[in-house]
């Protein structure tokens, strides 16, 4: 799911950052800048934590429209001129309620990534506070409800993990993505091309945007795999991902008539993103590589 490939391209100097540790923490830096163009109407695109061709554009027109030099790079300039949320960056102050900023858009974005739903907007309000203070008792800190360096160091850490037990052999991954396909109907061929090109069927991957395991599954859509088309928790699991993936994807092809591409390219871009501006041109180019896959592995 969108987008499990790490497809930061050369955008991902969209940030330029003035922070000590610039290199570490850039992809976590792209949800701040996403929020700030968003709130100018200029990015539509998902708040995923990736710098691709949607935010890069957003940039360029935003420093078009502003006199600022057109080079894509959300430097100290261009950070100024976005205003309240265009600073200041995250990990450099302690955030608190009715804080405002880049910084408590990418707490927000980075509480919804760990399973803590918070809307990503740079307000730091009541579900920001109630996300964060869950996070904290969670992770076993001090649950102040303040965003200070510890949880900003818990926050970095990564996203969702497995629980614990013996790691899934390549044969029992096969097995599950086969046994989850029949289970819901779906070709298998279709099932095994996608988890290969989203994760090489690696359990524990997890991308910058917090999309984890075989199937690269968001924090978001686990939780509306389980509440909405399941009605059940699903454990967190190699095999539960896969269900969920597997799930989500039968989900996907009844509300798009069973068209593949549409289908393929709505789990990776988001079925609401598909609907309103079509396949990007890197969705494109996702699911000509899934159909080329699926021809290989047969099934």
Aim: charged content about 25%; hydrophobic content about 40%.
């Amino acid at each position: 799911m969108r987008p499990a490939r790490l497809t930061v391209l050369t955008a991902l100097a969209v940030i330029l950052l003035a922070a000590p540790d610039a290199q570490a923490i850039a992809d976590q830096q792209v949800p701040g800048l996403q929020a700030a163009l968003r709130a100018r109407g200029l990015y539509l695109g998902p708040i995923d934590g990736i710098a691709g061709p949607m935010t890069d554009r957003a940039v360029r027109t935003f420093q078009r429209r502003h006199e600022l030099r057109v080079d894509g790079i959300a430097g100290t300039r261009t950070r100024r001129a976005l205003g309240r949320l265009g600073r200041p960056l995250f990990g450099t102050r302690v955030m608190r309620p009715r804080a405002v900023g880049w910084d408590v858009a990418v707490l927000q974005f980075l509480l919804t990534r760990r399973g803590h739903r918070a809307g990503v907007d740079g307000y730091f309000g009541d579900e920001t506070a109630r996300a964060l203070r869950r996070f904290q008792r969670r992770a076993g800190l001090t649950v102040d409800g303040l965003a200070g360096p510890a949880t900003v160091r818990a926050l970095r850490s990564g996203g969702p993990r497995p629980t614990r037990g013996q790691r899934p052999s390549p044969a029992s991954i096969r097995r599950g993505l086969d046994r989850w396909a029949g289970r819901y109907g779906v070709r298998p061929s279709i099932v095994r091309a996608l988890a290969w090109m989203e994760s090489g069927n690696q359990p524990n991957v997890t991308s910058p945007a917090g999309a984890w395991g075989v199937m690269q599954v968001m924090p978001a859509t686990w939780r509306y795999v389980e509440d909405v088309l399941l009605g059940s928790r699903v454990p967190r699991t190699a095999d539960g991902n896969i269900r969920v993936g597997v799930t989500y994807l039968h989900h996907l092809l009844h509300r798009f008539d069973f068209d593949q591409r549409l289908t393929l390219g709505a789990y990776n871009q988001g079925p609401a993103s598909v609907r309103r501006h079509g396949l990007f041109p890197e969705t494109r180019a996702f699911v000509r590589d899934v159909v080329a896959l699926q021809r290989r592995v047969g099934g």
